[in-house]
């Protein structure tokens, strides 16, 4: 039986991704749109983050937290290749 924090997570996770889903759909501009899928990402963290909980007794499952901290390495790493790309495509229009 899941917890009520637990089931708060999840739906807190959920409701992250489809904020992030949004407005990765209706943004124009790059950094709103990489903003927008970091907010996703966020949301999946969560939920991972929630799964592994297994009881006040218990340890996590140590699983879904490597997914998580290899997650935000990667989020951190695509995040800042997608700012460089996006900079250099906006220099690349002024000429």
Do not use: K, W
């Amino acid at each position: 039986m899941m917890s009520f924090a637990v089931i708060l997570y999840v739906l807190t996770g959920i409701g992250l991704f489809a904020l992030g889903l949004r407005g990765t759909l209706l943004r124009r501009s790059l950094l709103g749109r990489v903003l927008s899928i970091n907010i996703c990402g966020a949301g999946v963290f969560l939920i991972l983050v929630a799964i592994a909980y297994r009881g006040p007794q218990q340890m996590p499952d140590p699983l879904p937290h490597a997914l998580v901290l290899t997650g935000i390495v990667v989020a951190v790493s695509a995040t800042a290749l997608a700012l460089a790309l996006g900079r250099r495509l906006r220099e690349e229009d002024n000429e």
